[in-house]
């Protein structure tokens, strides 16, 4: 599609696009049919429509045709003749604007003076023409996704958050002790409670021991605790009940498990 500045401003005033409601190859090769970017105060609906393509595109991406059309209007007066017979040396047109020098316009250049105002970004560009294209419902239907996206984005900030609030359960173990007595005639239940006796943080005593034979007569009392691993440590308990070496003759770890 070849149109001149005119044609595309008329033909864009009520669309976004050259073909359908999407960008399309159409658009980049209209674009490059031009000599550059059209004016914005002649033409508002193609430069509007150029800029957009533009961002899309990529400005490296677009090369303009070389051909710049004359604009319509009144052809220049021929010079006058001079007197001694030869005409009067004209006046030289202005160079046409080429491509580059609209991509300097709209994007300013390092070399200008600082007095004169840069150009905006390329993202304020894009922003200002989405702005330009989107009708009210789109502008609202806009607005309301960047508010779920964003309530989203709370909720999940929040779920991450107790996640990692949640502590994770302590490790414990069940364990089961042999303690053997010196003598047969040693009263093991009372051996049994002075050894529940001990308190120690993350360490909780079984309600309940066994008697077994070991021996000659012999009982060996069987008793059992639940520790928590990382507060606990094995030779803390063994080590007290060997401490009454007046009726403990050994302490034995039967069985260590996890519960």
């Not at 059209?38 to 090369?63: E, F, M, S």
């Not at 604009?71 to 007066?77: E, I, L, S, W």
């Amino acid at each position: 599609m070849s149109k001149s500045p005119a044609e595309l401003n008329a033909y864009l005033t009520t669309k976004s696009y050259i073909e359908g409601y999407s960008y399309s190859v159409a658009d980049k090769k209209a674009l490059e049919a031009l000599s550059g970017i059209p004016d914005q105060t002649q033409y508002p609906h193609a430069y509007r429509w150029a800029i957009h393509i533009l961002v899309l595109v990529g400005i490296n991406n677009v090369k303009f045709s070389s051909s710049v059309s004359a604009p319509a209007g009144k052809p220049a007066p021929a010079g006058k003749p001079s007197p001694a017979g030869k005409p009067a040396a004209t006046k030289p047109a202005p160079a046409a604007k080429s491509a580059d020098d609209d991509f300097d316009d709209m994007f300013g250049d390092d070399d200008e003076p600082p007095a004169k105002p840069a150009a905006p970004a390329e993202d304020d560009i894009f922003a200002d023409v989405a702005d330009m294209d989107e009708t009210a419902e789109e502008k609202a239907a806009t607005v309301a996704r960047r508010a779920r996206m964003e309530e989203a984005r709370k909720m999940k900030e929040a779920k991450d958050g107790k996640k990692e609030k949640k502590e994770k359960p302590a490790e414990k173990s069940l364990v089961v002790l042999e303690v053997k007595p010196w003598e047969a005639s040693c009263d093991l239940k009372e051996v049994w409670k002075r050894i529940v006796e001990y308190k120690q943080e993350g360490l909780s005593w079984g309600e309940r021991y066994e008697l077994q034979p070991v021996a000659y007569g012999i009982m060996k009392l069987v008793l059992t605790c639940t520790i928590v691993d990382k507060l606990v440590v094995m030779d803390d308990i063994t080590d007290n009940i060997e401490a009454m070496d007046d009726v403990v003759q050994s302490v034995q770890v039967a069985s260590m498990n996890k519960v």
